[in-house]
């Protein structure tokens, strides 16, 4: 069984940063597409950024495009999202999801993926 664990993240003041880290487990991370999506209260689970399996395809929504970078070190295992130039309305938990083989053009839609970590409070607030 796959296992994703998220941190990373914290309080930050708009304009700051946070990278958050997806720890994988159970199986080698280069078997796996991954995604990163957000919840806010009361909203749906939205996705952020996605990252093919090799690390060569990677895709942004456009809120982010820019600002935030998805990227992957297979040998330890861990996805990351550096976020930089944070906005209140970046606010949310934020989730790193795992999904064996991914159609890249439905990357950022939540109902494709198998695996999911518990997530992590990111909160951009003065």
């Known amino acids: 069984q796959l296992q994703l664990v998220e941190s990373g993240g914290g309080l930050v003041q708009p304009g700051g940063s946070l990278r958050l880290f997806c720890a994988v487990a159970?199986?080698?991370?280069?078997?796996?597409?991954i995604g990163w999506f957000l919840q806010a209260p009361g909203k749906e689970r939205d996705g952020v950024s996605c990252d093919s399996k090799a690390g060569d395809i990677k895709k942004y929504t456009d809120s982010v495009e820019g600002r935030f970078t998805i990227s992957r070190d297979n040998a330890k295992n861990t996805v990351y999202l550096q976020m930089i130039s944070l906005k209140p309305e970046d606010t949310a938990i934020y989730y790193c999801a795992a999904k064996l083989h991914l159609l890249f053009a439905r990357c950022l839609l939540n109902s494709d993926y198998d695996y999911w970590g518990r997530g992590t409070q990111v909160t951009v607030s003065p």
């Open positions: 159970g199986f080698p991370l280069d078997h796996y597409d």
